[in-house]
């Protein structure tokens, strides 16, 4: 149903080279990326921005990540096969498809109704099987906690108390932290229920939006 050409593989691995040389080392996260057709994200006018190290609006005011901030984050996550994660911020569905692809176990959530409506029905298309859920992620998704990591993928200005909470002993949150136009990225990690951080780059996300997030 989708076309994944030699041209298009080709990108990819230029692409991985270049997250590579940028200082991207996890071996099983540029495998990922190097298997994930990022080209079918996008419009077919557009397709020769896919491959690009660059973020790209995706409409709703909401963009698909840069790939080497989707490959950052990942990283920083440690992330093992059988790992329960919760995503906040599904958007394209990219991010998403990474985490799949490296054996964990997903829950995505999305506060636009008309993105998650097109993420939903789009990538088990692809072959990928996240669950699901509508509503607001700066509250995490109760429910379904504990996760053994949560990756936020909008800028907050500050650290939900509703993540964290829902993090597992020994777990890890990536969330970042800022003002509306530029964010340091945060890891957390829940070591004997104490919360240590680290601090790593500054990054631009689009804002995190709820009750714990940007109000609207």
């Not at 230029?14 to 080392?25: A, P, Q, S, W, Y």
């Not at 990540?65 to 920083?76: D, G, L, N």
Request: charged share 25%.
């Amino acid at each position: 149903m989708f076309e994944d050409s030699y041209k298009q593989r080709g990108l990819r691995q230029k692409l991985v080279r270049k997250l590579t040389e940028k200082g991207i080392k996890d071996e099983r996260v540029l495998s990922a990326i190097n298997r994930v057709p990022r080209h079918v994200f996008f419009e077919n006018a557009l397709l020769e921005h896919a491959y690009q190290d660059k973020a790209f609006p995706i409409g709703e005011g909401q963009t698909i990540s840069q790939p080497y901030t989707v490959a950052f984050q990942t990283e920083k996550l440690e992330i093992k096969p059988g790992d329960k994660v919760l995503e906040i911020g599904t958007g394209s569905g990219y991010q998403a498809c990474i985490l799949l692809e490296m054996g964990a176990k997903v829950y995505t959530i999305e506060y636009n109704r008309k993105l998650y409506e097109l993420t939903r029905s789009f990538l088990p298309q692809l072959g990928y099987k996240p669950y699901f859920f509508y509503g607001d992620g700066s509250k995490g998704l109760p429910a379904k906690a504990p996760f053994d990591k949560i990756i936020v993928t909008a800028g907050a200005p500050v650290v939900p108390a509703a993540l964290t909470d829902q993090l597992a002993e020994g777990g890890i949150l990536i969330i970042p932290v800022g003002n509306r136009e530029k964010q340091v990225m945060l890891r957390i990690r829940k070591l004997n229920g104490e919360l240590v951080k680290e601090e790593f780059d500054n990054f631009a996300f689009v804002p995190l939006l709820g009750e714990e997030g940007w109000r609207k």
